[in-house]
């Protein structure tokens, strides 16, 4: 898969698991980081499972990178929440 298809993809499923997660997006950069990031964790977690990870610029793929993509922003958020301290 071309880089381009990479970003593409990228940044439709962070989009969506961004909307999906915490219901705002985390910015232009940040969601196709994510979502490309994503990608590569749903396509791990998918190819463990024994299922085909990411296999193109398709609606399958696009599934696949949103899924992992939801996994990754839910760690994303309980490992950097900006909930304040008690001290």
Known sequence: MSIIAWIVLGLIAGFIASKIVNKTGEGLIR???LGVVGALVG???FR???MHGVTGLNVYSLLVAVAGAIVFLVVYHLLFSHRP???
């Open 43 to 45: 396509g791990w977690l």
């Open 48 to 50: 463990a499972f024994g």
């Open 31 to 33: 969601d196709i980081l």
């Open 85 to 87: 301290r008690n001290v």
